[in-house]
């Protein structure tokens, strides 16, 4: 069998993803004085690169935040539309594109549980890595308010350690039971064949 699918198939993988994180926009519980509130879509966004890979895990990312930046109301809070550029949140946005594609890049070859695991941890930093900056830019310089490194932390990273990790887990728990059955059903295209499938004349 080739290791190509339908792209029908891929297309419409993403954009399920897509409307998966809108929906864990929805799921949220805003914390008192912080001006990111606690959400399920992270653990959709290392779900989207594990399962769908470094190439339509972050185009579900892509679609979502395009679908946002068009007026959609699929952000946490309900909302949406250009001005949402200029939310404190904006750039743990753009952080999920990147996480989406770490994750699916390292988990291709992922097989136990702590292999996803781990893959979910080096995605999750990666959404950190663009969030962070991201956050206190817009901070800084669009709500005018003075932050320091540790004050960034507190804001928006501490309050979501533990259910950062609690995600991490759970999404590597269920990778590594999903993946053989989504691999049997044919949908999971980049996700390298045996060798004899690969050397398959069929």
């Excluded at 805003?30 to 509130?37: A, E, I």
């Excluded at 590597?172 to 295209?189: F, H, I, N, Q, Y």
């Amino acid at each position: 069998m080739s290791n190509k699918t339908f792209p029908l198939k891929n297309l419409l993988l993403t954009a399920f993803f897509a409307v998966l994180t809108s929906i864990g926009a929805m799921l949220s519980v805003p914390l008192p004085f912080m001006p990111v509130p606690i959400t399920v879509q992270s653990f959709i966004v290392l779900m989207s690169g594990l399962l769908l890979g470094p190439k339509y895990g972050p185009l579900s990312q892509m679609l979502y935040v395009v679908m946002g930046l068009i007026g959609l109301p699929v952000f946490a809070g309900g909302t949406g539309g250009p001005q949402t550029v200029f939310s404190p949140s904006f750039g743990f946005l753009i952080g999920f594109i990147v996480a989406s594609w770490i994750g699916g890049l390292l988990a291709s070859k992922a097989q136990t549980f702590l292999q996803y695991a781990l893959v979910s941890l080096a995605a999750t930093v990666g959404l950190y890595a663009v969030g962070l900056p991201g956050f206190y830019l817009i901070m800084r310089f669009a709500a005018g308010k003075e932050l320091d490194f540790v004050r960034v932390v507190q804001l928006a990273f501490l309050p979501f350690l533990v259910p950062d990790l609690i995600k991490i887990v759970v999404s590597g728990w269920l990778a590594s039971r999903a993946v053989p059955t989504l691999e049997g059903a044919g949908l999971l295209s980049h996700r390298p064949l045996p060798a004899a499938e690969e050397n398959s004349p069929v």
